[in-house]
């Protein structure tokens, strides 16, 4: 089975220009995460949807960030405009749950640099 | 947002030698998962504990969940070098709340 695929692997971009990265879960999981890890903060939890609804999105950093889940096998996280301190890993990652095994399982990542 | 506190935040051990990391949170605990993510990886799941003062091994590897469940540990018998990585635990605060979070984690080195 197909794990959770990230896109791109690496973006370089420049600041000010608009990015967006995508996911797509394992099929049949109902959650997803999107996570930001940086070595000051670590592993940050933005946003998590449960059968394509937005349910916490309080770690979201501000306004520039955007997420959207249209359907359960796609999403997207959007950064407009991108600042050099949105540089991080940013993890996608899908879960079964509501079932007694509510494990993440996380994608590879994409690696963010903003010049 | 929530983040339950891991020590130390970094450990150097010689292969072969035991190595232990300890959650702590200031509230209870729902629940409690341990993962794994090796240099240049992604967070693997490793296991998940929910009982009061329960104890689990998988291998060299032992996991404990507090008695009033606000810690946990994992304690590795005779580290090797394929141990090497950053151990996370990751909490649920409340019972049906399915936003997990993760602790600040333990980089853990092997010196062969």
């Known amino acids: 089975d197909a794990g959770v695929i990230q896109s791109p692997r690496h973006e370089v971009t420049e600041m000010g220009q608009e990015v967006t990265l995508r996911c797509k879960p394992i099929?049949?999981?109902?959650?997803l995460f999107w996570y930001r890890q940086t070595m000051m903060r670590g592993l940050e939890l933005l946003i998590y949807?449960?059968?394509?609804?937005?349910?916490?999105d309080s770690g979201m950093p501000e306004d520039r960030f955007s997420a959207k889940m249209p359907n359960a096998s796609f999403s997207t996280l959007k950064i407009q405009p991108s600042e050099p301190r949105d540089s991080a890993v940013y993890f996608c990652?899908?879960?079964?749950?509501?079932?007694?095994?509510?494990?993440?399982?996380f994608g590879s990542g994409t690696q963010l640099s903003v010049l | 947002g929530q983040q339950v506190m891991q020590i130390p935040q970094y450990q150097h051990v010689q292969e072969g030698e035991d190595f232990t990391t300890y959650c702590n949170s200031s509230?209870?605990?729902?629940?409690i998962q341990w993962y794994k993510q090796r240099p240049g990886g992604h967070p693997v799941f490793l296991i998940q504990?929910?009982?009061?003062?329960e104890v689990k091994k998988q291998k060299r590897l032992t996991f404990q969940f507090g008695e009033a469940k606000k810690n946990s540990s994992l304690h590795i018998t005779a580290t090797q070098t394929t141990d090497v990585g950053t151990y996370f635990c990751?909490?649920?605060?409340?019972?049906?709340?399915?936003?997990?979070?993760f602790g600040t984690g333990t980089r853990l080195t092997v010196i062969p």
């Open positions: 990652a899908s879960s079964p749950q509501g079932t007694t095994n509510e494990k993440l399982f």
């Open positions: 099929s049949g999981h109902n959650s």
């Open positions: 949807f449960n059968n394509n609804v937005p349910i916490d």
């Open positions: 509230t209870t605990l729902s629940n």
């Open positions: 504990l929910v009982k009061s003062g």
């Open positions: 990751a909490d649920k605060h409340q019972t049906g709340a399915n936003n997990l979070f």
